[in-house]
């Protein structure tokens, strides 16, 4: 998927990630992580029905200034938990991406390189720079502005959020956003824009078969083809295909779950092609729109 994983921890009674989205929505994503833990969890202690007891929580972050600041608070949570006595045996812990950064522990699924890169160009130094910095966090104790809402975790909890007020700045906020006014701001004003285009799609009759249709017209074979059922064969059905799965999953806002129920395929399939419907779209200039 693409999906990037900068840091993690996994406590007793829940867990952080801290991801960068790649061609799959988290949402897919997550389920796919949680279902497959939770089928093996109850394999291995014979049982059975759900694992985990509520819905994910999300927060979208701001890169700059808060992505170093989410690595050393996620990766301080053993420590504060009281599971680890030491900031020493954090370092070598098993159970949180800190030991991966420092070189100790290797996890393919990640991404170290990326976090020491903002410390220096060289291995040995960045590792030191984020050592001594993540250890600096420990003073500072936990965190409510990297946990609570929107605008008051971006401004310093409710004395910075009361001093903008009383200085008459009045900036955007929400509670699923980790940034700044303007970047919550930005967030906010594109996903107006894209359910905006949804609505306007679907009150103009575009629906799962409207599309079906636009493809079929675009590459050349009937609609039938389009819907074939199974593996594809041929350069034409792969690029019909890719093109109806980006369209259905963005446009209208069909779930990737939905498409590969529909197609008879995988999700996985399905999210190949929503990647390879979008470097269509973008390289040939192609609009579901007539």
């Known amino acids: ?19 960068r989205t790649g061609t799959d929505p988290l949402s897919s994503v997550l389920k796919r992580l949680l279902t497959g833990y939770a089928v093996g969890f109850n394999m291995r202690h014979n049982r059975q029905g759900h694992l985990f007891q509520n819905r994910y929580k999300s927060i979208l972050c701001q890169e700059e200034p808060y992505l170093l600041e989410l690595v050393r608070y996620i990766h301080l949570n053993p420590l504060r938990a009281g599971l680890v006595k030491t900031y020493e045996r954090l370092c070598s812990y098993p159970y949180c991406g800190q030991s991966v950064i420092l070189g100790k522990r290797k996890r393919e699924w990640q991404d170290a390189d990326y976090v ?63 940034g700044d006014g303007s970047f919550v701001q930005q967030v906010l004003s594109e996903t107006e824009e894209r359910l ?26 009937t609609p039938e083809e389009v819907m074939k059922q199974g593996k594809i064969r041929g350069p034409l059905r792969g690029r019909a295909r890719s093109l109806l799965c980006y369209w259905a999953s963005t446009e209208i806002g069909v779930k990737q779950g939905r498409l590969a129920e529909i197609l008879k395929v995988t999700q996985p399939a399905i999210s190949m092609a929503v990647r390879r419907g ?12 007539r």
């Open 116 to 178: 020491l890169g903002l410390f220096d160009n060289r291995v040995g130094t960045a590792r030191r720079m984020y050592r001594n910095f993540v250890k600096q966090g420990i003073e500072k104790g936990n965190r409510p502005e990297l946990v609570g809402g929107g605008l008051l975790r971006s401004q310093g909890g409710w004395a910075g959020v009361k001093a903008l007020r009383e200085s008459g700045d009045y900036q955007k906020g929400d509670e699923r956003i980790l």
């Open 196 to 221: 905006e285009r949804r609505y306007r799609l679907r009150t103009s009759g575009y629906d799962f078969d409207r599309i079906v249709e636009r493809v079929s017209e675009l590459v050349g074979i």
């Open 278 to 289: 979008a470097e269509l779209v973008k390289e040939e200039n192609l609009s579901v729109e």
């Open 1 to 19: 998927t693409n999906t990037a994983c900068y840091a993690w921890a996994l406590i007793p009674n829940h867990f952080h990630l801290l991801l």
